[in-house]
């Protein structure tokens, strides 16, 4: 009998214990799920109150269910004026222990359900990340790759523009040594004049030098 009422108390104690902790878990799954839907934090994935919270229930209700057992058991033994009381008893229990198990696990599932949503949203920004990482270093790569071609256009057409000032400078050069040769072709005229000038001055002074040795010569005869 002190077994039966020993086992009576603890399991009064669980209910208590019991109903406060589900009553707590059920608060906190709606703010878990509040804080998934704002929160890109995710406090979700490492709750550790709503870990530790829920191994509690999960252990409470483990130990009334081998309460009942032991109650169960202590019924078998009792006179049969207080086995009905018991009974009555044990099966309370028994329905206590269904509910409270039935509407935690349904809190624990929707609570893993949320987290699972959670894993499946940050997978899913995780790879959009990746993927933006990737365009942008894509789109990198080919700014890269215009602005070489850029700087390849760019040398080229310097060195037109280069090659232009040299053909400009060769074509001055030419043309200064064009008029050079020029201003000699219309000198040389002038040189011929005076050529011819001093041919015939010396054909005038041969032919007087002529008649005056002729004329000493016919005199001498003469004389």
Same mark, same amino acid.
């Not at 990482?133 to 789109?139: C, H, M």
């Given at each position: 009998m002190a077994q039966w009422g020993e086992l009576h108390r603890t399991a009064k104690s669980l209910e208590s214990r019991l109903e406060t902790k589900i009553q707590r878990y059920a608060s906190l799954a709606q703010k878990i799920s509040a804080d998934? @839907?704002?929160? *890109? *934090? #995710?406090?979700? @994935? *490492? #709750? $550790? *109150?709503?870990?530790? @919270? =829920? =191994?509690d229930i999960e252990n409470d209700l483990n130990e009334l269910s081998n309460c009942i057992d032991g109650m169960r058991h202590c019924n078998q033994l009792t006179s049969s004026s207080l086995a009905h009381h018991q009974d009555m008893l044990i099966k309370r229990y028994q329905e206590i222990h269904f509910d409270y198990s039935a509407e935690f696990k349904a809190t624990l599932t929707a609570v893993n359900r949320k987290r699972e949503s959670m894993e499946l949203f940050q997978s899913s920004k995780k790879l959009h990340a990746e993927q933006h990482? =990737? =365009?942008?270093? $894509? @789109?990198l790569r080919e700014r890269s790759s215009i602005a070489a071609s850029l700087k390849s256009v760019n040398d080229i057409i310097s060195e037109a523009f280069d090659t232009r000032s040299s053909l400009a400078s060769q074509r001055s050069s030419l043309s200064g040594a064009s008029g050079n040769l020029s201003g000699l072709s219309a000198k040389v005229p002038t040189f011929d004049s005076l050529i011819d000038g001093i041919q015939r001055k010396k054909y005038r002074e041969s032919l007087i030098i002529g008649l005056v040795v002729a004329l000493i010569l016919c005199f001498s005869v003469w004389w």
């Open positions: 998934f @839907l704002c929160d *890109e *934090e #995710n406090p979700l @994935l *490492e #709750n $550790k *109150e709503e870990q530790e @919270l =829920s =191994s990482d =990737s =365009s942008v270093a $894509k @789109l």
